[in-house]
């Protein structure tokens, strides 16, 4: 059963997501944020300190968006539920590139907003840094934008990883104060992915844990 290590609304919300879509059972636990200061124990199983952390038998990794392809491939091989595109689908590039383009070009802006704009004390924290880099982020929404004007989700026609990757930084981006911006077909996108029953199963599980294990219930990325 794998075990995820995640802070609220981090970018371990992906794999979290991916699990309660695959409906699978698995382990939550939950950390202050950030654990590398709140938790120094947590640096024994994660040399890095950071979030997402996942655990799988013997197998260990720490990145949201590949997290989100192993837990696709390896709890659902035969792709029943449709979550991952293999090799042979005229879309796998696509499916590939959007996977990977949610963290690597939407999260990297956005944690540079985070930074400047909220965690750094007053006295470090650079407005024109944060403004800069929020202007970014919602520039690199325009490839989404285009792909979106005819098309449901990013690849194959269906909801996939690579929607819950870039579901998770239009999410942070919401928490940022910056959903008001998004292009519309981004705008109607996003409502679809946050209704979607898997995204709430998330939410109510990452609180649900917290309050369990003591843990607070804010958004890390507050």
Known sequence: MPTLY????????RPLWMLEELQV???????????????????????LGTVPFLEDGDQTMTESAAMCQYLAETQDPDNRLGLWVGRGERDHAHYLNWLH???????????LVLRYGRFEPPERRLPQVAE???????ARLRAIAARLEHKPFLAA????????????????????????????????????????P???????AQEQAARAQGVAVAPATA
């Open 157 to 196: 026609d269906r909801f996939t990883g690579a929607d819950i990757s870039v579901g998770y930084a239009l999410m942070l981006g919401e928490v940022l104060g910056l959903s008001a911006q998004y292009p519309a077909s981004v705008q109607a996108y996003w409502e679809r992915l946050r209704q979607r």
């Open 25 to 47: 059972p698995y382990a939550l636990q939950m950390l202050p944020f950030p654990p590398r200061a709140l938790q120094r124990s947590y640096l024994d199983i994660n040399v």
């Open 198 to 204: 898997g995204h709430l199963r998330a939410l109510a």
């Open 101 to 111: 383009h949610g963290e690597a070009t939407l999260t990297f802006p956005q944690t």
């Open 6 to 13: 995640h802070c609220m609304s981090a970018r371990s919300f």
């Open 132 to 138: 800069d880099y929020g202007r970014w982020f919602l």
